[in-house]
Structure formats: C-alpha cells, structure tokens
C-alpha cells in the first residue's frame, strides 16, 4: 500500500512539472549537427539564427549548443511536445522559408531538423528524458 502511495506521489509531481509533455504520447524530435562543407555549399537556402530567436526556443538553444561539441555528422537529439515542436518548426519556416536548411549561428553552420510526423518508435529516442542527447543520422531521414 505504501508503495501505491509513493508512486501516486512521484506520478502527480512529474505531472506537475512538466515531465508528462516531454514523454507524451507523441513527442516531436529537434535534431541539430554541424553542416558538412557539402552540405554548405549545396543548400538552397542559407539562414542565419539569432541570439533572441534562439533563447525563445530553449529545445533549439540546447541541442545547438551541444551540438556545438559534437563529433562531425552526429545529431544532437532532444524530444519535445507537439505544440512545441510544431511551434518551432513554424517560427523557422517563417524565418527561413523552409525547416530542412543550413543555418548559421554564432559562427558556425547547422543543420536543424524538427520531425513531427511519423515518430514511430524505431525513430525515437528511447529514453524519456528531456535532455540533449548525441545519437547518428535518423533511420529514414539524411
């Protein structure tokens, strides 16, 4: 019976603070790694990423800055909810046109990939944490 209790507990605070977002049911990935020179050189589209934008993003701010540290070709991997997701992916099709460009930020260039369909478990992050993790390239995504 404690036991019962202490779970209810520890479910209704993860409640509260935010964690049932993060792990719902259908979380959004934010991906981001360090562009390649040939993707640099063969993107259509080329936008940079302000200090401000970025802060108003604190998924895209994480994963940038540990992507920053990462090996070449490894994404850095977060997992948000939808709403998040897809408010980021629209706030980025508004600045840049598209989501799938090379951005360039604090010197350096990016790829960004914020993927709101088809998160089926073998695309996912099997972790339920909320913080930036280092993973390769994404199954069906390049």
């Keep these: 019976m404690r036991r ?4 209810a507990a520890v479910a209704a605070l993860a409640a ?6 993060v792990v719902g049911e259908d ?24 200090a ?4 108003a993003h604190p998924a895209l701010e994480r ?13 850095v991997v977060t997992d948000v909810d939808r709403e998040t997701g ?11 046109g598209q989501v799938d460009a090379v951005y360039q930020y604090e010197d350096d260039e990016y790829r960004v990939r914020v ?8 695309n996912r992050n099997s972790s339920a944490s909320s913080e ?5 390239p994404p199954q069906k995504r390049t």
């Design 4 to 7: 019962r209790a202490v779970l």
């Design 16 to 21: 509260g603070s935010g964690c049932s977002r």
């Design 27 to 50: 979380p959004v990935e934010v991906r981001v790694r360090r562009a390649s020179e040939a993707a640099v050189e063969n993107a259509d589209v080329h936008c940079p990423l302000s």
């Design 52 to 55: 401000p934008f970025v802060e």
């Design 63 to 75: 994963v940038l800055t540990s992507a920053t540290t990462a090996p070449d070709g490894e994404w």
């Design 86 to 96: 897809e408010a980021l992916a629209a706030d980025l099709r508004k600045r840049c």
């Design 115 to 122: 993927l709101v369909e088809d998160n089926s478990a073998q």
């Design 132 to 136: 930036a993790i280092r993973r390769g």
